[in-house]
RNA sequence: GCCCUCGUAGCCCAACUGGCAGAGGCAGCCGGCUUAAACCCGGCACAGUGCGGGUUCGAGCCCCGCCGAGGGCACCA
């Protein structure tokens, strides 16, 4: 049979289609104007129907893909065929971010440069994904290591450095703080309109030299040049930003020790954008789940800075703390500063009447006692912290603090349970409000004080529920019998009238350290001069590329060697590093950032690429951004605007897609873009897992050769060689011996099959296992469909030019309603399950109708594209399918003659009448009570209330 | 410890605003086609929704408490 739907038939249609739509330029998404046009050289014309699908950057890993990898893929490519065929204007490209550790790695064990393995890989990967039949616009692909896109890049990096955060300036959309160019605070700063900041080297801008100027400046800059304590990975041989280390203190990428080290490093101040990046969270249509994620890492807290003065003080004369509870002041009776506290670094000589022998730690003076637990303190790393983290370790400072709702004097202690990174690195200790502070003053002998009326039966330790104030009232101000929310408020109020203290909001952002010591990434676009301060480079002298280096693998060291120090690999190259230019000062010589970006750098701003791909003037045609991602730039665009549907896995939830944002909104305040948000609709989707199997040793043995035997008790035993093994279910990996390749399907059963099979398995946000022996069902659906259009030994067509009986008809235009609501809504599995019904229904017919079989066709296409292309030909069409309208129902073909009508009696079914839709309540209620199944069942009882909801349900209530 | 999501047939999954537990697929069984097998075609069977309460005329769906799985956060004042 020639024209049997095999895979090998499906493959060469498929391949012959893909060659046809190359040709064409099928998916070429016309610009409004420029150099790209669609397939037929126009340009778009019908503003409100642009349409931007996105994947998630892919990494072209050396690996190659397992079926896993292209359901994203698979899952946009039908919307975005689904919605060129609602006739919308769909950009959907791809790119690749190919920066990153593994082609370094790889680059390490086979001395092979990493842009050699890298393009390699892209060129597998480009391979694996065209025979998919993706329709991406060809010409709109880029790699992030490319020269001319590393050049914008390293040009965003620039507008950052040349930006500073003005927390007062009003933005465009009305809110408050925006980015501003540099140059507008240094204009501030000359004219006297702005002070400078306190802890510059003089009062007046005159009185600054050129070099001490600078220095102010730099410190205000959003990306920054800091001394301070960073995540030093010796493993992986660079810093790390906190969002790269885990949570019990070790990369996320290879599992390494990270230790706190102060270091030089580059910083871009997210922070200041912590509250814009929280509340505009509001603005976008993403999962709930990956929204509370970012909440949490930026971590906003409501709640008022205090200021305690110190009353036997050497230098220091206060202390500031940040508290969540200023309404439990009055229960405050000690303080807690953090080991790495300035006001550490001169405590009291002798330990001041009253301290307690328990206090300190068995020390003659404070300064002793101090700088031991600063000692012990900084050789924890961050895992023994954890451990310790119930016993509540720390030591009397000597220092006593005056608390300024009371005046009494207080100890101040230092203990690493106060982080210095978080609000001031100060709290007041409130142990009947508070576990921690509660588990210290058990420890240390500590009075507690509740200020919140524990409820009855209150076990003691710590109240930290709501309540009534009690115990908390001064000369001046009562707080007692006021609810927490009150309470906070009015010692708010309070302490600012007094001084003492402030309303105020911390995070738990902290800012982006941007630095790494590795070769495989974007050079930094600066260079320092003679006083070691960093300058920009001119655009002209654009993109900055790597150099060649001796040596490109990262010096790493011993994981737990917590003393080695990041050795960049760009500095091996003298040459490069020294370089004389001319930068309005003559020609001198300079040293260059030998530092490269982290590989988030990409993928911060990969989507305005797609956009405009070749521009070479800007870095995005603010007609192009306004077209595709400006706010209302179609009808669910919404005010934010962004891309329209961005797809991916829930594991860049924070990464990624944090930075991503913050970039965007830098180029949001400078004007470069008019969204407010680069993702508009953000969708997870699932991963596909797969079972492995292990023998007796623990083994893997190929998951493929496993025979499973069900025995006669219900229980399966799984075999491999005869051999009993053990089934586990995880990812899919070389190692596991379960890898299934979209190759291996492509052999198998071809594109369309694989396609509909990963579409079919379930909602798209769901993980579900990979099962090759299911896959046959997609097959069987797709050769019956081709059956019941073409003949398989002659490839005649053999539909019918009859019209369709009402039955046919009628089911026809079902499935086009169905359908239609189900792909809006994303859910292939149910549409394609619609579809089948449809097909199996002309199965049953002798002949297949045309107007039955050209509507399944077209909405088949977006899911199996090249079997409907091909079966659209045949059935005559000259035109490509991709662009046609997808079918509408007709609204006279989707009523019925009757319906079922369900009788019930308290609830339960009890009988079933069949009725026109359009039967009134009081005919439907007068039927079912003379129904006799219904009779029966109420068993002469009389009748309370009758629900009636017609035409589908008639449930009668008994008395 | 806190927070979120999910538990429906042997398996993957449907079920609208609370209204007949079943759309589709895999596997299974029976029959047809075939010299035979595979493919293919036709048919059949299979759960009362993790467990226990509650609300309701009516609960897979809403509420409460458990159990199990997955994920996030975790000395953040």
């Not at 090759?772 to 398989?792: K, P």
Request: hydrophobic fraction near 40%; charge should be negative; aromatic fraction near 10%.
């Amino acid at each position: 049979m020639p024209f049997r739907y095999t895979s090998a038939f499906a493959g060469d249609l498929e391949q012959h289609w893909q060659d046809i739509w190359d040709e064409r330029g099928t998916y070429f998404a016309a610009n409004p104007s420029g150099p790209l046009t669609d397939g037929s050289g126009a340009h778009a014309t019908t503003p409100g129907r642009s349409f931007f699908v996105m994947d998630m950057f892919p990494y072209p890993s050396g690996a190659g893909l397992h079926v896993g990898h292209p359901l994203g893929y698979i899952a946009t490519d039908v919307v975005g065929r689904f919605r060129r065929m609602q006739g919308d204007n769909v950009l959907h490209a791809l790119g690749y971010d190919a920066f990153g550790l593994p082609a370094e790695q790889y680059a390490v064990q086979t001395g092979q440069h990493p842009r050699i393995t890298t393009e390699a890989n892209i060129v597998t990967m480009r391979r694996q994904l065209r025979r998919l039949g993706l329709g991406h616009d060809p010409r709109r692909t880029f790699a992030t290591t490319d020269s001319d896109y590393v050049r914008w890049t390293q040009w965003i990096f620039l507008q950052i450095f040349n930006s500073w955060y003005d927390a007062d300036a009003t933005r465009p959309d009305g809110g408050t703080g925006r980015a501003r160019p540099i140059d507008e605070l240094v204009d501030a700063y000359a004219s006297g309109r702005r002070a400078l900041p306190e802890d510059a080297p003089a009062r007046t801008w005159d009185e600054l030299d050129d070099v001490a100027r600078r220095r102010v400046v730099d410190a205000q800059r959003l990306a920054y040049v800091s001394d301070a304590p960073v995540n030093w990975c010796p493993g992986l041989g660079t810093v790390l930003a906190n969002e790269e280390v885990t949570s019990d203190g070790r990369s996320e990428r290879g599992n390494y020790p990270v230790y706190q080290r102060t270091l030089r490093q580059w910083k871009m101040r997210i922070t200041a954008y912590a509250d814009r990046l929280a509340a505009d969270l509001d603005l976008i249509d993403w999962p709930e789940k990956v929204r509370s994620m970012q909440r949490n890492w930026i971590g906003r807290s409501e709640g008022a800075r205090v200021v305690f003065d110190v009353a036997n003080a050497t230098e220091l004369e206060s202390i500031e703390v940040f508290t969540t509870r200023p309404d439990t002041l009055f229960g405050a009776t000690f303080m807690v500063v953090a080991p790495e506290h300035p006001l550490l670094d001169a405590v009291p000589a002798a330990w001041p009447d009253g301290t307690r022998s328990t206090w300190t730690d068995g020390h003659a003076s404070p300064v002793e006692a101090v700088a031991a637990y600063r000692r012990e303190a900084g050789a924890k790393t961050a895992v023994e912290r954890q451990a310790d983290a119930k016993a509540k370790t720390g030591v009397f400072t000597g220092f006593l603090a005056r608390n300024p709702v009371n005046d009494q004097l207080i100890p101040v202690f230092t203990a690493d349970y106060v982080l210095m990174g978080y609000g001031t690195g100060a709290i007041m200790a409130v142990p009947g409000g508070d576990e921690r502070d509660f588990a210290f003053a058990e420890a240390f002998g500590l009075p507690v004080v509740y200020t919140v009326a524990p409820p009855e039966g209150f076990a003691g330790g710590a109240h930290t529920g709501d309540g009534t104030t009690i115990n908390s009232s001064n000369d001046e101000i009562s707080l007692d019998g006021l609810d927490v929310d009150t309470a906070k408020s009015t010692v708010i109020a309070w302490l600012e009238a007094r001084g003492a203290g402030t309303g105020s909001i911390t995070y738990r952002l902290r800012d982006w350290l941007f630095s790494r010591q590795r070769y495989w990434g974007e050079p930094f676009p600066i260079v320092y001069d003679e006083n070691d301060l960093p300058i920009g480079l001119p655009d002209a002298l654009l993109p900055v590329d790597l150099p060649d280096v001796p040596d490109y693998s990262p010096r790493t060291f011993a994981p737990e060697d917590a003393n080695s120090s990041p050795e960049p690999p760009l500095g091996r190259n003298e040459e490069w590093v020294h370089v004389t230019l001319d930068l309005g000062d003559g020609p001198k010589v300079y040293r260059r950032d030998t530092n490269t970006m982290p590989n988030w750098a990409g993928s911060c701003w990969y989507y305005l690429r797609y956009l405009d791909p070749s521009d070479s003037a800007q870095l995005v045609s603010p007609e192009l951004e306004a077209f595709w991602m400006g706010p209302d730039h179609n009808p669910t665009a919404g005010a934010a605007g962004g891309v329209d549907l961005y797809v991916g896995g829930v594991e860049h939830a924070v990464l990624h897609l944090l930075y991503a944002r913050f970039w965007h909104k830098v180029l949001y305040d400078l004007g470069h873009v008019t969204s407010v948000e680069p993702f508009h609709t953000l969708f997870n989707q699932g991963y596909i897992q797969a079972y492995a199997y292990a023998d007796a040793r623990g083994q893997y043995v190929p998951a493929d050769e496993v025979v499973e035997t069900t025995a006669g008790d219900g229980s399966t035993t799984y075999r491999w060689n005869g051999e009993e093994v053990q089934r586990e279910y995880g990812k899919m990996g070389k190692s596991l011996k379960n890898v299934v390749t979209p190759d291996d399907m492509y052999d198998a059963y071809g594109a369309d099959t694989f396609r509909v099979y990963e579409m079919s398995m379930g909602p798209l946000d769901v993980s579900r296992p990979w099962d090759t022996r299911a896959v046959v069902g997609s097959q069987r659906f797709l050769q019956r469909l081709w059956r019941n259009a073409v003949d398989e030994v002659t490839g005649a067509l053999v539909v019918s030019e009859d019209e369709p009986s009402l039955e046919t008809t009628r089911l026809v235009h079902r499935t086009i309603a169905d359908t239609t609501v189900e792909m809006e809504a994303m859910r292939v599995n149910t549409a394609i399950a619609k579809l089948i019904v449809l097909n199996n229904h002309l199965t049953s017919l002798s002949t297949t109708p045309r107007a039955a079989v050209e509507p399944l066709v077209l909405m088949l296409a977006p899911i199996a594209p090249h079997i409907a292309e091909e079966l659209w030909a045949r059935l005559g069409h000259a035109e490509s399918l991709v662009h046609h309208a997808y079918p509408v129902a007709d609204p006279q073909h989707l009523v019925e003659d009757t319906v079922t009508c369900v009788l019930q009696v308290q609830g339960k079914v009890r009988g079933r009448l069949e009725v026109v839709p359009g039967i009134g309540e009081d005919d439907l209620r007068a039927m079912a009570l003379a129904d006799p199944a219904v009779l029966r069942a109420l068993d002469g009882r009389g009748v309370r209330t009758v629900i009636v909801r017609a035409p589908r349900l008639v449930n009668v209530v008994p008395a």
